[in-house]
């Protein structure tokens, strides 16, 4: 993260290379989750998706695959029906997805990664393995728009994806990115 902010040319009053740190602080709640992923034997379609398309709600996400590629990002993502393009699986390296608070905070200059996992012919009599960490701001961290001088006070004032989240906190982004996934009002009372 503090790449990212130097990247950014945060400005040293906001924090310069450490902005980012005060909400990552280890210390505090947040959503960060570590999920182990496996993908069973396919006999199945190329074309089916075995997790669908979607950005992750995060700030970034790690991900650790093993040896059966599946992992598909949508590139020129601002393009209607742009392309997909497989990931592929590179031993020994970490996969790093840029997720929808540095979308947020960067007012769209940088795109959260749009994704999904694909079946893959290798994974017919194969299982698919993946370890990704969804790294999470605190969740009192504000999600607005940062300073930098790559986008200028209009940029951080103009709509971006994520319109209805704005001025939210990472917590009440992760509770209605959740809402929005699942619809719990079709789960039954107990």
Same mark, same amino acid.
Not at 12 to 31: I, M, N, P, Q, V
Not at 62 to 79: H, N, S, T, Y
Not at 80 to 108: E, F, Y
């Given at each position: ?19 980012? +740190? ?7 709640? $947040?959503?960060?989750? %570590? !999920?182990?992923?496996?993908? /069973? /034997?396919?006999?199945?379609? @190329?074309?089916? /998706?075995?997790? #669908? ?15 059966? @590629?599946? %992992?598909?990002?949508?590139?020129? !993502? ?7 393009? $497989?990931? @592929?699986?590179?031993? #020994? ?6 997720? +929808? ?9 940088? *795109? ?15 299982? *698919? ?9 605190? +969740? ?9 001088? %790559?986008?200028?006070?209009?940029? *951080? ?25 699942? +619809?719990?009002?079709?789960? /039954?009372?107990?």
């Amino acid at each position: 993260m503090q790449c990212f902010a130097m990247g950014l040319q945060i400005p040293e009053s906001f924090g310069g290379r450490y902005f980012f +740190d005060k909400s990552l602080d280890w210390e505090e709640h $947040a959503g960060t989750t %570590l !999920r182990f992923l496996h993908y /069973p /034997p396919q006999n199945g379609d @190329p074309d089916t /998706p075995l997790a #669908g398309s979607h950005t992750d709600y995060g700030s970034i996400t790690l991900l650790m695959q093993k040896d059966i @590629p599946g %992992l598909e990002v949508q590139a020129f !993502r601002a393009q209607k029906n742009a392309p997909w393009v $497989a990931a @592929p699986v590179i031993p #020994g390296t970490i996969l790093v997805n840029i997720a +929808d608070h540095l979308q947020m905070w960067t007012n769209g200059l940088l *795109r959260s990664t749009k994704h999904r996992v694909m079946y893959n012919p290798e994974q017919q009599n194969r299982s *698919r393995y993946s370890i990704a960490c969804f790294i999470h701001s605190n +969740d009192t961290t504000k999600l607005d728009p940062i300073e930098s001088p %790559l986008f200028t006070k209009e940029m *951080r004032t103009e709509g971006v994806e994520f319109e209805e989240a704005r001025n939210m906190t990472a917590g009440e982004y992760l509770d209605w990115r959740l809402s929005q996934t699942y +619809d719990y009002s079709k789960v /039954p009372e107990e």
